[in-house]
């Protein structure tokens, strides 16, 4: 039971471009929504979060999107740079003290940014 | 500012061999949680501790699988017996509090032939 689906393994994009990577989800509880990035042989590294009570959230070149009729969020890369290259990992988690430190991780997709 | 700090950071082991993974939170953080990412799974979360209490060990796949966390800045995640199937990268992370943002160590590597 995937409760937190990246649908797409992987993601090419040119330097310069825009990147966009999607995420879903099934479970109504989740109210916040996280996004980490992992390169290789190190641990996931903490991008940018959103709030339910939010539908966007920017953070210089980063920008979430959070659609909760659709259950759906997006992470836009703008201006996408070769050392963006690498795993992007969505996660969600629930309401409350307890539940909030849950965090349920999608599989990830493999951003390759091309110069 | 040291982040997590994990050991080994990799781990070839036979199976049947007891197997002891360690980590340091960051300074001051009163969270701890272990993760383990395999092809087949992803990243899931085994256990957290809150200020050294174990809250939550639901995720914890089998009885050979313990954790510990004698004081507020080492913890341990053990597997005895081993198994082919524990081989996967274990992360630990730590955060300021129970809801806070999670800051992930290195992993350590775990193959079991």
């Known amino acids: ?115 | 500012d040291a982040g997590v700090i994990q050991s080994p950071r990799h781990e070839v082991t036979e199976m049947g061999q007891e197997v002891t993974l360690r980590c340091k939170p960051i300074s001051g953080h009163n969270s701890l949680f272990w993760y383990r990412q395999t092809m087949m799974r992803g990243l899931e979360l085994l256990i957290y501790f809150n200020n050294n209490v174990p809250i939550d060990d639901s995720g914890m796949p089998e009885d050979r699988f313990s954790a510990k966390m004698p004081n507020a800045s080492f913890s341990t995640l053990k597997i005895q017996p081993s198994e082919p199937r524990d081989s996967a990268v274990y992360f630990c992370a730590s955060s300021l509090r129970l809801s806070g943002t999670q800051y992930f160590g290195p992993g350590t590597r775990l193959l079991v032939l």
């Not at chain 1, 310069?16 to 479970?27: A, E, H, K, P, V």
């Not at chain 1, 980490?36 to 009570?53: H, M």
């Not at chain 1, 969020?73 to 629930?94: E, K, M, N, R």
């Open chain 1, 1 to 115: 039971d995937q409760q937190v689906k990246q649908n797409s393994p992987s993601l090419s994009v040119q330097e310069g471009r825009i990147s966009i990577l999607n995420c879903d989800y099934t479970n109504s509880m989740f109210d916040y929504f996280l996004w980490y990035k992992k390169y290789p042989a190190e641990g996931p590294t903490f991008l940018i979060s959103i709030s339910s009570i939010k539908d966007k959230n920017e953070d210089g070149r980063f920008t979430v999107f959070l659609n909760k009729s659709a259950k759906h969020l997006s992470l836009h890369i703008v201006p996408s740079q070769p050392g963006d290259s690498a795993v992007y990992f969505c996660a969600a988690t629930g309401a409350g003290e307890t539940s909030g430190s849950r965090l349920t991780f999608g599989e990830g997709t493999q951003l390759t940014v091309n110069p």
